[in-house]
Nanobody, 124 residues
Framework: QVQLVESGGGLVQAGGALRLSCAAS????????MGWFRQAPGKQREFVAS????????SYADSVKGRFTISRDNAKNSLYLQMNSLKPEDTAVYYC?????????????????WGQGTQVTVTS
């Protein structure tokens, strides 16, 4: 199973930007479909974005479409989430996830490897 470690979270004002990274180890990341999820206090974990293992296909939650961009660098065994025009409602712990799959995966139940999460706080 692949091990995942997120980084890049922090405190930012509304309208600002952050770039999250997810470093993978243990297995070759190019075999895995990847995703970002988030969980705000008192809420269920929700889908943010996903990318297939080749990077040619992506999917986004409607709430982040046009503001967030998911990407990956398989040579560096890394996944990224560029977050622009951040809003207070984007405040959450962000998790990266992986599943050994040829296709996109958008449901949390499809993933079997998770990172520990990184906190993103957006102030108004």
């Amino acid at each position: 199973q692949v091990q995942l470690v997120e980084s890049g979270g922090g405190l930012v004002q509304a309208g600002g930007a952050l770039r999250l990274s997810c470093a993978a180890s243990g297995r070759t990341l190019s075999l895995y479909a990847m995703g970002w999820f988030r969980q705000a206090p008192g809420k269920q974990r929700e889908f943010v974005a996903s990318i297939n293992r080749g990077g040619g296909s992506t999917s986004y939650a409607d709430s982040v479409k046009g503001r967030f961009t998911i990407s990956r660098d398989n040579a560096k065994n890394s996944l990224y989430l560029q977050m622009n025009s951040l809003k207070p409602e984007d405040t959450a712990v962000y998790y990266c996830a992986a599943v050994l799959s040829l296709r996109l995966a958008v449901r949390a139940s499809e993933y079997n490897s998770w990172g520990q999460g990184t906190q993103v706080t957006v102030t108004s």
